[in-house]
Structures are given as structure tokens and as C-alpha cells.
């Protein structure tokens, strides 16, 4: 049986996530838990939905790489911070 699942504002590498965040020791911590714990929620007959406020960097290509291929489908709605530029 296939699932859809919403997550949002994951401020994947936003330097100062640990300021918001408890329980973290680095913004590279907080990510790879994250990712962590969406991979062995989701499966390849889900259907993931990033709400948002999820990426504050260039790097958001090799995450959404890494989810798409143990997820079935993966769908960004952009939020304020994604489409920031540096």
C-alpha cells in the first residue's frame, strides 16, 4: 500500500539551525537525522511532499537525488528560503 507524506521547513543546511533546534551539535547533524528518519518513513510506492522552507543551500540537488531514488515521488512547494540567493 502506497503512502503521502507532507513535511516542511526543514532548513536543510541552515547554519544556525542549532540556535532553533535543540538537541543538535551541528547544522550537518540535524540534516543527516532528518534524512534519517524520512528514508525509513517513506518507500518507494510513496508519494513525499517537502513543503517549503526546506533548503538553504546549493546542496538541495543532492538531497532531493537522494530522496527520489528511494522514494517513489517527490514534490517541492517553494517556500521564501529556497528560492533566496547568495
Known sequence: MSKTLAI???HIEHENICKF???YTSSEQHDQ???DVILKTCGK???LWLLGDCF???KCFE???TL???IGYVNLVVGNHD???K
Open 68 to 70: 527520489t531514488k528511494h
Open 56 to 58: 538553504f543551500d546549493d
Open 45 to 47: 510506492r510513496d508519494t
Open 83 to 85: 528560492t533566496d540567493s
Open 33 to 35: 537525522f532528518l534524512l
Open 63 to 65: 538531497y532531493i537525488d
Open 8 to 10: 516542511g521547513d526543514l
Open 21 to 23: 533546534r535543540g538537541g
